[in-house]
């Protein structure tokens, strides 16, 4: 059994509370109370895409992505868990190639300066290294322990 809430969906609950505070602020700038900063434009897109790629890993680890499983539920068990293993080895190997291209632009953009914050837009390059690392670790986390293919804790149905 695992713990409630991944270190991933803690991160991504963080990175969510800042944004709202960011934008907090962008909205009381335009007001007459006071003038607000410019960074805060680009900090909140910072902020979203850092959350939106970090908590992916958490959907993952929660087999929470979206899926169309009535055709799957209608094949026999171990089919399932074949198709599910196959699934998870293509899936590991595209978010393989998508660290290796996220390493690459951290590489290219290492000097591009951010238009207002003092660091390099390498830093925003990082969301998608580090965010495909944890999903290639919740992947093979899967695969090792014998989950492909097996149906998520909880099923919603709309």
Known sequence: MFRKYSFEACIGSVLFIGLFLVILVQIFGR?????????TEEVARWLWVWMALISIS?????????????LMQLMPRGFQRALGLVSDLVYLGIAGHLVWIAWKSILRTW??????????????YASAFFAF???VHRILRRILSGDSGDAPDKEIVL
């Open 31 to 39: 007001t007459p109370l006071f003038s607000g900063p410019i960074w």
């Open 111 to 124: 000097n591009n300066e951010s238009v207002s914050l003092p660091t390099t837009d390498a830093v925003l």
């Open 58 to 70: 958490a959907v993952e680890r929660n087999k929470a992505h979206l899926r169309m499983g009535f």
């Open 133 to 135: 690392i944890l999903i």
